[in-house]
């Protein structure tokens, strides 16, 4: 062997002892931390033993497990952690840099695990609370006003439960609607929906042009369904026999001030002579009397007997006479 090939694997031999002092005289860490990419926690305080996985003596293990990392204060927030923060953070709980291994990511991104129930969600619960519970037969719709604010389940919730039911809104064609929500069977939050009502109801509409003073009859008015946004009265009816107290154009919507009822002919005028009749079982009596006002059939109106000169109350029958009320 030559002088060269010795040089060489002296040197060799020199460089293989060093390394092999080197990892003698070095130490194994008292902790190894591996950091995913990314990584989605339950609470909105990320501790190191949710985001790393840690291994180490046990003591240790507790201490870097416990330590806060940061926290996220929105849904949609993302938390960025480096390498630099944690050996930072495991410092201040008094585990040296030097004892420490690190592998995986560099940074890692936090997100808090939620889950959303939508105001769509919210409002499809209301109403159907609503369709299968609500007594009015003549309310047809039920229209959201504004939406319920989104609700927000931070971390996981496994049995999640809705229990709707009727609150007091004051105002008559509303509706409100509570909504508790149980996750687990615990309350965790209650949200609102409003609803305004829409009503079946019928409405007399005008088939031609009616002139003012004449009789609303099927010829000249028809009777449909229509959506209102207030119940129809419970005495409504058909103004049929009613006249016009104004001109009624083809098409329009009749409402009750524009009708009204055909009045009475008048048969006895202010002033007018009289026979005042009494008719009970055989007795038969007629006087003289004069009209203090005027009336038609059936009405009552006062009656001054001429021979007495008594005012009386009378009714007023189909013939022009006037019987006496007793």
Known sequence: MNSKKLCIILIGSLFVSAISAAEKAGKDPLLRIYLPRKVTVADNTPKLGEVG???????????????????????????IVDRRLILSRLASNGIAASDVMLTGAHKVAIRQDYKSIGKPELIEVARAFLKKNFTDNSVCQFNPLGSPEEFIMLGGVGDLRFSPRLATSGIRNQVKVQIVIFGDGQQIGVREVTFKLKYNCRRAVALVDIARGAVISKENVKIEEALS???????????????ARRRLSTNMVIHASMVGPVKPHILLKRNQSVVIRIDRGGLFVTVRGVSMQPGSAGEYIKIRNVDSQRIIMAKVNEDGTVEPVF
Request: hydrophobic content about 40%; overall charge negative.
């Open 229 to 243: 946004n207030y119940p129809e009265s419970a005495n409504w009816s058909p103004p049929y026999g009613l006249i």
């Open 53 to 79: 996985i840690i291994h180490g003596s046990d003591e240790l293990v507790v201490t870097a497990s416990a330590i806060s990392l940061g926290k996220i204060s929105m849904k949609d927030q993302k938390l």
